[in-house]
């Protein structure tokens, strides 16, 4: 069977506006699910209100990998009145339990500023989801949430903090939902969507530096070296010539799967307009490897055989 990922390897068929993914394995179901934001491409409204009011949408895999189909977008999740906004889910599983911490934005809004918070919701299934309240990480202005374990015991989470600069900040949990801040991780530049794995004997962060994915390495998940950029140079498949925004990981053996979202119609001068053709994304796969210390990844092709997880 011919196994290289298709490209685009999934497209939202309600908006087209499909970003910042996590990748999970469902456990019940026995297949991989893509959650993300389901930007709204086609909302009429100033600004940038496109971008608000978005549910979380499903994508699922019983194939590894290679084919996705549409399942819908996650229900439950509301807790008052109104069309309110989810963004950039992160979901793990632990001790027979889905954790997901999701940004969560009041109403619809026309610009970038308002208050944002963590919200931190738990599941047996992926479906029925229990919200155990927005978590308290000093500021009213925090997105993107990754959460890893720590080699002590223990939990850290990195995510942006848009009041202080759009710098990830960190907090640090004993048991994934009591959190507690510990204070600026990444500094060097605005940039948002942290990313942690383990790979190679290093442990690497992604963040979206809107030019590309910077890379920095550490050996403790706290010193970190900046690395330099992947997915800042043009690729050559569908939907794939831009740079590769907001990205999940997925650890195989040897290999991270990099799952990131494009905007296929922001290139030359139409990058500027406001269009659908500038507002779509589109999701796709990329396969980085450690060589020698330093991380390098592949956009194309990308032989995608997730296994499942137990």
């Known amino acids: 069977m011919n196994r290289v990922a298709p490209a685009p390897l999934f497209r939202d068929p309600i908006?087209?506006?499909?970003?910042?993914?996590?990748?999970?394995?469902?456990?019940?179901?026995?297949?991989?699910w893509l959650v993300y934001t389901n930007r709204r491409t086609t909302a009429p409204g100033p600004g940038v209100s496109w971008v608000y009011g978005t549910d979380l949408g499903v994508a699922a895999s019983a194939d590894g990998g290679l084919t996705w189909t549409y399942r819908g977008t996650l229900a439950g999740l509301e807790t008052e009145w109104g069309r309110n906004t989810f963004w950039a889910p992160e979901i793990i599983w632990h001790d027979g339990v889905y954790h997901m911490y999701v940004s969560y934005i009041r109403g619809i809004r026309d610009d970038w500023n308002g208050d944002a918070r963590i919200r931190h919701y738990t599941s047996p299934d992926l479906l029925d989801w229990t919200h155990h309240g927005a978590l308290d990480l000093g500021s009213d202005g925090v997105i993107d949430a990754c959460v890893f374990p720590l080699p002590g015991g223990g939990w850290r989470m990195w995510f942006k903090d848009g009041r202080r600069g759009s710098l990830t900040y960190a907090a640090d949990s004993p048991d994934l939902y009591q959190w507690r801040?510990?204070?600026?991780?990444?500094?060097?530049?605005p940039h948002e969507g942290p990313n942690v794995f383990e790979l190679g004997g290093h442990?690497?962060?992604?963040?979206?530096?809107?030019?590309?994915?910077?890379?920095?390495?550490?050996?403790d998940l706290t010193t970190w070296k900046h690395q330099g950029l992947i997915l800042d140079r043009p690729g050559s498949r569908p939907d794939d010539?831009?740079?590769?925004?907001?990205?999940?990981?997925v650890v195989q053996e040897e290999t991270a799967y990099v799952f990131y979202f494009t905007h296929p119609g922001r290139v030359g001068a139409a990058a500027e307009e406001d269009t659908y053709a500038t507002r779509r994304s589109s999701l796709q796969v990329a396969a980085a490897r450690v060589v020698d210390g330093t991380l390098h990844c592949d956009r194309?092709?990308?032989?995608?055989?997730?296994?499942p997880v137990p």
């Not at 506006?17 to 179901?29: K, L, S, T």
């Not at 801040?181 to 530049?189: A, F, K, N, Q, S």
């Not at 979206?208 to 994915?213: F, H």
Request: hydrophobic residues 40%; negative net charge.
């Open 300 to 307: 194309e092709p990308v032989r995608l055989d997730l296994s």
């Open 181 to 189: 801040p510990t204070g600026l991780v990444i500094g060097h530049r």
């Open 241 to 249: 010539q831009t740079i590769g925004l907001h990205a999940d990981v």
């Open 15 to 32: 908006y087209d506006g499909a970003a910042d993914p996590v990748a999970v394995f469902n456990r019940q179901a026995g297949e991989w």
């Open 203 to 219: 442990y690497w962060m992604l963040v979206d530096e809107w030019r590309g994915q910077g890379v920095l390495r550490s050996d």
